[in-house]
């Protein structure tokens, strides 16, 4: 099919943007669905970690447009805010509903651990910090990449995280109903996704990192697998804008591979369509939580 003629049948893919700056806010806020699980949203769960907990520095790492920050600020408003996302204009939509003398910083969150020079005893980041290892690990391969990434958070937890604070991250399961689907995509220009039986290379990063701090003492690491309760879309089309726009970041929206990837998500998602033209499918995602010790 001609690039016009897709067009015409997915005008959405006429959405292209850079991976500095992602989504325009408002087309990302559209696009997003509810993540929950067992009835249980997933800023239930970073509400549910904050509980009883007094920081008087935070971090949020990739804070996009604020939507896991609100959470934080409502919970914990007396504290010194640090918030960074590689987007300028997610930063930017998310400043005026946050506090007034925080500090917004426009970086990547690995370079951000490497680099900075401050002290938190409050860290957390939803969902997005795979985007920021990926990243790196497609710059500079998966061996000296996971040398990397390993090196700047050992780093940042041993100079950067005070004695008894405590950092929360959301990954998603490479393994899910969802991200079985993205996976096959991702597989098709990046040489890392090649076995997408297992779970991502940057969750697979995280572990080996954490899980050899908390061996040593450095960390008092849980870690909880949770499955999703289904994500419901109206349409085949309000799927294939999600994925391709959302979960995909426009990537292949001009791309030789554009009728193809939609040909396969399309042949994916069969599997769970409703009887009225629906959609149910089921994401998946690991919670890390530590403590330094």
Not at 58 to 67: A, K
Request: proline share 4%; charged share 25%; with cysteine.
């Amino acid at each position: 099919m001609k690039t016009n003629e897709l067009l015409k049948q997915y005008p959405w893919l006429a959405k292209i943007n850079t991976v500095e700056d992602y989504l325009l806010p408002e087309y990302y806020k559209h696009l997003l669905k509810p993540y929950s699980f067992g009835g249980v949203s997933d800023l239930s769960l970073l509400e549910k970690f904050l509980h009883n907990k007094k920081p008087s520095k935070v971090l949020e790492l990739g804070c996009g447009s604020g939507r896991a920050s609100d959470t934080v600020v409502s919970m914990i408003p007396p504290a010194n805010y640090t918030f960074s996302d590689l987007s300028e204009r997610m930063l930017e939509a998310a400043k005026p509903h946050l506090p007034k003398g925080s500090s917004f910083i426009v970086s990547d969150a690995i370079e951000y651990m490497e680099n900075t020079k401050d002290v938190y005893d409050l860290i957390y980041t939803l969902w997005s910090f795979s985007h920021s290892t990926h990243q790196h690990i497609h710059r500079l391969g998966i061996e000296k990449a996971e040398a990397y990434i390993s090196s700047v958070i050992k780093k940042f937890i041993r100079e950067n995280v005070v004695d008894g604070g405590s950092f929360f991250l959301i990954h998603f399961d490479s393994l899910s109903q969802e991200q079985s689907i993205l996976m096959r995509q991702w597989k098709r220009v990046f040489p890392a996704f090649a076995n997408i039986e297992e779970q991502s290379p940057s969750k697979q990063i995280i572990d080996k990192t954490l899980l050899e701090l908390d061996t040593k003492g450095k960390v008092r690491l849980l870690i909880n697998h949770l499955q999703g309760d289904a994500i419901h879309y109206k349409s085949e089309d309000e799927v294939l804008e999600t994925f391709m726009n959302f979960h995909l970041e426009t990537y292949f929206n001009n791309s030789p591979f554009t009728e193809s990837i939609i040909d396969d998500i399309m042949g994916q998602i069969v599997k769970y369509r409703n009887e009225d033209g629906s959609y149910d499918i089921i994401p998946g995602c690991y919670v890390y939580s530590f403590i330094k010790s």
